[in-house]
C-alpha cells in the first residue's frame, strides 16, 4: 500500500512537471518563428536596395528573354543584396560604399566580397544594356578603342575571348587602370577589377556577366551564342558615359 502511495505521488509530480513545461516549449516554439519573421522583414529594409530595371523584362528581346531577365534581377540579384545588407549589418561596413570596401576587399569577409561584387556588377550589368543596341560607340570612347586596340573589330575579339575563356562563374570586362588606358579583364565569381585581389586593377565600364544563370534558359551551353548575340544589346551612351566619368 506503501509503493502504491509512493507511486501515485511520483505520477503526480511528474504529470505537473509536464504540464508546467508545455508553455516553455510552446513559448520558444513561438520566439524562433517571431525571430525567423523578423529576419525576413530586414531583409527587405537593408541599406543596400535593389534598383529597377531601366527598362522592361522583356526589352532585349529576343537575345535576353524574359523569364531569364525576371530570374536574374529579381531573384539571384536580389539575394545578392539581402545577403550583403545580412553580412555587413552590425559592422563598421554599414555605412561604407561597395567602391571603398573594395579597396580593402582582401581584408573583409568573403560573404561581402561575393554580395557586394553581386550587387555592384549587376547594377553595372544593367545599366549598360539597353534595347536598340547600335552595335559601335562613337566618338571618344570609340577613337580610344581604336587606338588601343587597333580595331572596334579586334577589341571585340579580345572581349570575347575574356569572356569565353573564364572557366566557371565570372565577368569580362573593359577597364580604365590607372594610367587612364583601357583594358580587356576578366575575373571569377562575382569579383570585379575594383576590389584589390583583382589581376588587373581598374574601373569597368562594360562587363558581361557569364555565370550561366544569364544564359542558361535560353542558350543552354552555349556561352559563344550569348557572347556574340550581347552586342546587340549594349547601350554604347551608358558605356560612353562611363569613361568620361572616369576621364573627369
Ligand atoms: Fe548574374
Known amino acids: 500500500m506503501k509503493r502504491l502511495k509512493n507511486f501515485t505521488l511520483i505520477a503526480v509530480i511528474?504529470?505537473?512537471g509536464f504540464v508546467a513545461c508545455q508553455p516553455a516549449v510552446q513559448e520558444n516554439e513561438t520566439n524562433d518563428n517571431e525571430k525567423k519573421e523578423r529576419v525576413t522583414m530586414k531583409d527587405l529594409k537593408g541599406p543596400h536596395a535593389l534598383g529597377d530595371l531601366p527598362y522592361s523584362h522583356d526589352a532585349l528581346e529576343p537575345y535576353i528573354d524574359k523569364q531569364t531577365m525576371e530570374i536574374h534581377h529579381g531573384k539571384h540579384h536580389q539575394a545578392y543584396v539581402n545577403n550583403l545588407n545580412n553580412a555587413i549589418e552590425g559592422t563598421d561596413l554599414a555605412d561604407k560604399n561597395l567602391e571603398e570596401i573594395f579597396k580593402n576587399m582582401s581584408q573583409h569577409p568573403t560573404a561581402v566580397r561575393n554580395n557586394g561584387g553581386g550587387?555592384?556588377?549587376?547594377?553595372?550589368?544593367?545599366?549598360?544594356?539597353?534595347?536598340?543596341?547600335?552595335?559601335?560607340?562613337s566618338g571618344d570612347l570609340l577613337q580610344a578603342i581604336e587606338n588601343r586596340f587597333t580595331s572596334f573589330e579586334s577589341f571585340?575579339?579580345?572581349?570575347?575571348?575574356?569572356?569565353?575563356?573564364?572557366?566557371g562563374s565570372g565577368w569580362a570586362w573593359l577597364i580604365v587602370d590607372d594610367n587612364g588606358e583601357l583594358q580587356v579583364t576578366s575575373t571569377p565569381n562575382q569579383d570585379n577589377p575594383l576590389m584589390d585581389v583583382a589581376d588587373m586593377e581598374g574601373m569597368p565600364i562594360l562587363g558581361i556577366d557569364?555565370?550561366?544563370?544569364?544564359?542558361?534558359?535560353?542558350?543552354?551551353?552555349?556561352?559563344p551564342e550569348y557572347v556574340a548575340n550581347f552586342w546587340n544589346v549594349i547601350n554604347w551612351d551608358a558605356?560612353?558615359?562611363?569613361?568620361?566619368?572616369?576621364r573627369k
Open 119 to 137: 550587387h555592384w556588377n549587376h547594377t553595372l550589368f544593367w545599366e549598360i544594356m539597353g534595347p536598340n543596341g547600335e552595335g559601335k560607340p
Open 210 to 223: 557569364v555565370w550561366e544563370h544569364a544564359y542558361y534558359l535560353k542558350y543552354q551551353n552555349k556561352r
Open 14 to 16: 511528474a504529470l505537473v
Open 239 to 246: 558605356v560612353a558615359n562611363n569613361y568620361e566619368k572616369v
Open 156 to 167: 571585340k575579339e579580345e572581349f570575347e575571348k575574356a569572356a569565353l575563356t573564364r572557366f
